[in-house]
């Protein structure tokens, strides 16, 4: 057998009590999504409690966050589950439609949720009178944090795991079957750990750096930045990580029909390559505007 690493023993539920007949759970997953909105808002509050950081005034005062917190907590579980059901298995919900808001049982897509937060800061935004792009920024700043806390919690669920790899760090992921030639047993990418040092971690120190070094003073330098890095990021990781079994499929202006799948490219790459372009081009834009 090939040099692997076992899976931990960590149990996905932290803490579960009964009440009145009815188990309550507190899962690992649900602790990532609320430390990574908790610490997300808490860091735009210190961005916006420094006007020094954006050449002037910054978008909207410290306290006002904990409004926008709100419209982030519902964009953020709205849009990763649509965005779940609509990107990844469409047919499945159609035929249980019911399944759709057992958010519980998993399945939350990151574009999904990059929609839903792109319209909360657009709805806050416009019903308070304040700039959505410089907003934008303080939002950007902190997705990070959110990012690399939910990678965690997806290495603790063991999903979203990696392809089969003979790398001495490869974990070997319960309920991971193995493709013929491997070994009964085989060893996968801990690939939800390379995209929380990525995504999360590199990608927050990144920004973290251009921060210091006057971003927030571009308008909408910061947005560019994360959508780039972000696409970037997971362009290249989605090459270790399982690739999805659903593609999407298009009609050219030849009638004739384009499986993405059949280009090599994943689920993933697809959604996040309108990032890594849009992010290069406000990229492009700032530098031009500074």
Do not use: K
């Amino acid at each position: 057998m090939i040099l692997a690493l076992p899976f931990p023993a960590v149990d996905p539920v932290l803490v579960s009590v009964e009440l009145f007949g009815v188990e309550l759970a507190l899962r690992w997953y649900a602790l990532a999504y609320i430390a990574g909105l908790v610490l997300g808002w808490r860091y735009v509050a210190r961005l916006c409690a420094r006007p020094d950081l954006w050449g002037g005034a910054a978008p909207m005062p410290a306290r006002r966050t904990e409004d926008l917190l709100t419209w982030m907590v519902l964009g953020v579980i709205l849009g990763g589950r649509l965005g779940f059901v609509a990107f990844y298995q469409p047919a499945y919900f159609a035929a249980n439609p019911r399944e759709i808001i057992a958010v519980w049982q998993g399945g939350m897509s990151f574009h999904g949720g990059l929609i839903g937060v792109v319209l909360g800061v657009l709805a806050f935004a416009r019903r308070n009178g304040f700039d959505p792009v410089r907003v934008g920024d303080a939002v950007a700043a902190a997705a990070p944090i959110g990012i690399f806390f939910g990678r965690i919690a997806n290495f603790i669920n063991a999903e979203l795991w990696g392809r089969p790899t003979a790398a001495p760090w490869g974990v070997v992921f319960p309920r991971a079957e193995c493709p013929i030639g491997w070994p009964e047993v085989c060893a996968r990418h801990p690939s939800q750990l390379y995209e929380a040092g990525l995504e999360g971690l590199g990608l927050g120190l990144l920004i973290y750096w251009a921060i210091r070094r006057g971003a927030l003073a571009v308008r909408g330098r910061v947005i560019g930045l994360f959508l780039a890095g972000y696409g970037l990021a997971r362009l290249f990781v989605e090459g270790y990580r399982q690739a999805d079994a659903q593609f999407v499929t298009a009609i050219n202006p030849f009638g004739q029909v384009l499986r993405f799948g059949d280009w090599g490219l994943t689920m993933g790459q697809i959604l996040s390559l309108p990032m890594l372009a849009a992010g290069l081009a406000l990229l492009l834009w700032t530098t031009r505007r500074a």
